[in-house]
């Protein structure tokens, strides 16, 4: 096993929006890829004709590529794959490991429900399997539908997943399944099998979900003669409420988040960190970092909770420590949508220094540096009401013509005047801060205020007053 080279895939079903279990999925074994110098497959599993879709795997491609998760091998679609299945079909009944079930689907699942009703378990009864041959023939001769079953052998499986331990199935609580469907279709079961040995892969990382099906898919590559890889079942992932994940909590698809202003690198650090920690405090790393300290032993049992407040704060660490040039390009297509573009590429790099470290996503960011670009500025009605009224309106033309008549139009020049103004008048500066701030920027909060001033420039500096004082 240890000179063997690791191969770890994602295998998505394109039927959707990327959600965020499967991202963290793509991510574990991504990581640990990289971090043994192994080899990350993509595997697109599209069996299912009526729900698969182009958009969706397109989705899934263009979803990795912006985390930049990228993958060695692949991608890889099982739609291309059906004679491959229906080959390893063949063989396994020709090994008489594999039988044809004539039943019709429905009325087994109708002998299913009235199972479930009496709370009498229900498993397929091996029926078919026992049919004489001139019963088979006649069925044949009808071109009656027919799928095939995998014979569940009489032995117990035990198997050791790397992070739920082990785990231990017998034979007669699993039930012979079917592998083909009558037409023709492989099921889940039976190509994930096939195509994890073919790609050789060496372990298998996927969602706790699939924990239950590990046992039926153990027997097939005994089946088969293959090598069985190593397990490891990533724990769910539920809301704050701990109940199922839902758009309730912030969940989104994953270019869902690049459109609300998430940087790709703070979704990855936080979808690392739900179900694993590196122990200790550590919270921010970088990918380098995360591949250096990645391991499946540190993976948790219990559930992962996602926190959307968590990513908010992580995305501002990432925001703020992001060097401004690299952020421009990341804040520049949000500001396209809103036809502003940023002439003076000086003045731009000193707003965004100023503006990066008070906001939580790119939105945010967007339309804090917008103000300084803007012809009309959007005032928050709360904070029109609360500090625009006649008395701050005339304080307001005061300043307007201290900073007019500044020709050093500083940050410690205004915020002299202001001072000055203050104590004139006797009253707190912060009484002239706040409707100052409102007046200029539309909002009661946001960037360290005299820097903003001398960023918006005299111009617009006065425009503003001049138009809030004017207003009834
Ligand atoms: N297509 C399956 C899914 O998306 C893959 C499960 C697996 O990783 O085996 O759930
Ligand atoms: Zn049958």
Not at 203 to 223: F, G, M, S
């Amino acid at each position: 096993m240890t000179h063997q080279e690791i191969r770890v895939r994602i295998a998505p079903s394109p039927t959707g929006a990327i959600h965020v279990g499967l991202v963290r999925s793509a991510l574990y074994n991504w990581l640990f890829a990289r971090s043994h110098k192994g080899k990350f497959i993509l595997r697109i599993e599209d069996t299912d004709a009526t729900r698969s879709t182009q958009e969706s795997v397109q989705a899934i491609i263009e979803g990795f590529k912006w985390v930049d998760i990228d993958w060695d091998e692949g991608p890889y679609f099982q739609s291309q794959r059906f004679d491959i299945y229906r080959n390893y079909a063949k063989k396994l009944l020709q090994d008489k490991k594999a039988y044809y079930c004539y039943c019709n689907p429905d009325e087994l699942e109708e002998e299913r429900q009235k199972a479930w009703q009496k709370k009498i378990a229900w498993k397929y009864d091996r029926r078919c399997y026992h049919l004489d041959k001139d019963i088979k023939d006649k069925f044949d001769a009808e071109n009656r539908p027919k799928a095939i079953r995998f014979l569940i052998p009489d032995q117990t499986v035990i198997f050791e997943d790397i992070i739920h331990g082990s785990i231990k199935k017998e034979p007669q609580d699993i039930e012979d399944f079917i592998i083909m469907r009558a037409d023709g279709t492989p099921t889940y079961n039976f190509s994930v099998v096939i195509d994890d040995a073919e790609m050789k892969l060496t372990h298998i990382i996927r969602a706790v979900e699939h924990l239950a099906n590990t046992p039926k898919q153990i027997l097939l590559y005994q089946a088969f003669g293959y090598p069985i890889p190593e397990f490891a079942h990533l724990p769910l992932i539920l809301g704050t409420d701990k109940k199922k994940l839902s758009k309730r909590h912030g969940a989104l698809s994953l270019l869902e988040y690049k459109k609300a202003g998430y940087l790709a690198d703070a979704i990855i650090n936080f979808l690392a960190l739900l179900g694993w920690s590196p122990g200790g405090d550590l919270e921010i790393m970088d990918r380098t970092k995360l591949i250096e300290l990645f391991s499946l032993e540190r993976v948790n049992k219990a559930n992962a909770i996602f926190d959307i407040q968590k990513l908010e704060w992580m995305n501002s660490v990432y925001i703020k420590n992001m060097d401004s040039e690299k952020l421009s390009q990341e804040l520049l297509p949000f500001l396209q949508e809103i036809n502003i573009a940023p002439d003076d590429h000086a003045r731009f790099m000193k707003i965004l220094d100023l503006t990066k470290v008070r906001v939580r996503t790119l939105i945010e960011l967007r339309d804090m540096v917008s103000a300084f670009y803007t012809k009309d500025v959007q005032y928050d009605s709360d904070a029109l009401h609360k500090y625009i009224n006649p008395q701050t309106k005339e304080h307001l033309q005061e300043l307007n013509e201290r900073f007019d008549k500044l020709t050093d139009f500083t940050a410690q020049n205004l915020e002299n005047e202001l001072r000055q103004l203050a104590e004139q008048k006797g009253i707190k500066a912060a009484v002239l801060v706040h409707p100052c701030r409102v007046a200029l920027t539309g909002k009661s909060v946001g960037a360290p205020l005299f820097e903003t001033i001398e960023l918006l420039g005299k111009a617009k500096v006065k425009e503003r007053f001049d138009k809030i004082i004017s207003q009834a």
